[in-house]
């Protein structure tokens, strides 16, 4: 039984408003009475997808679904790909620019936190065509 | 211990709207690239750092830090301090560098 269906445009190059989706699902997660712990790996998973999509695929779409057992998230990117997944999974690798590092991302630890703190994750990652990340997050997992 | 109690202890000067009255301090992280304290800072930690941008916002209210503290008398800009006031996150300001504010909340909170 689904308790929310959401769905978020992340618009590219655009820090400053990064974030907006994955604190409105954090608010409404909160209203829901969601467990906190979850709550907050659902937060960082989610905003770490977001500023991928920022810096690297000129923006995308974000798809989440919210049951009592779990919550989905599906981001969906029109960007150049990823080359080499199982690099872009190792923590300090980055293809960041330098005026992102200045902002203080492009530590290279973007994909490796979602994969820390989401119980299941699956990257499908065409080069030229754009990128499906899918993340999903137990209620009641005990990961962390 | 309390934010604005732990604060006023070690003399920091508040910037935002929100004092983290609402809020403890159970430890304390420091660090300035935003993927690395959202991989590794805790809830409820204090969070020292010369970021004072719009995104180190974010990550505190995300990652559920209790406040900010800008250390070295690092700047917050005013879209951050925006950010700050209306997702009331507490961001104090000291000119003391990142070790010795560490080692002192690490006293304070003993």
């Known amino acids: 039984m689904s308790m929310l269906k959401l769905h978020y445009i992340v618009p590219g190059d655009d820090f400053t408003r990064a974030g907006e989706a994955s604190g409105d699902v954090k608010h409404k997660l909160k209203k829901l009475g969601y467990n906190p712990t979850a709550i907050r790996r659902v937060a960082i998973a989610m905003y770490e997808g977001e500023i991928n999509m920022v810096i690297h695929a000129g923006g995308g779409e974000a798809f989440v679904e919210v049951d009592p057992e779990k919550v989905e998230i599906v981001l969906v990117d029109k960007g150049p790909g990823i080359a080499d997944v199982s690099k872009a999974m190792q923590e300090g690798w980055s293809t960041a620019p330098d005026n992102v590092r200045s902002l203080g991302f492009g530590a290279g630890m973007g994909l490796p936190n979602m994969k820390k703190y989401s119980d299941e994750m699956t990257i499908d990652s065409v080069v030229g065509e754009g990128t499906t990340l899918k993340m999903i997050i137990y209620a009641q997992s005990t990961k962390l | ?110």
């Open chain 2, 1 to 110: 211990m309390q934010i604005n109690a732990l604060a006023e202890k070690l003399g920091w000067k508040l910037l935002t709207e929100c004092d983290g009255s609402d809020r403890t301090a159970e430890g304390c992280y420091c660090g300035d690239l935003l993927s690395w304290v959202m991989g590794r800072a805790k809830a409820d930690d204090v969070w020292l750092t010369v970021m004072g941008n719009i995104n180190a916002i974010a990550v505190a209210a995300l990652a559920d830090v209790s406040a900010i503290v800008l250390v070295e008398s690092a700047v917050l800009d005013s879209e951050a301090l925006a950010r700050a006031n209306q997702q009331e996150i507490a961001v104090y300001s000291t000119d003391v560098p990142a070790y010795e504010t560490a080692l002192k909340v690490a006293q304070t909170l003993e």
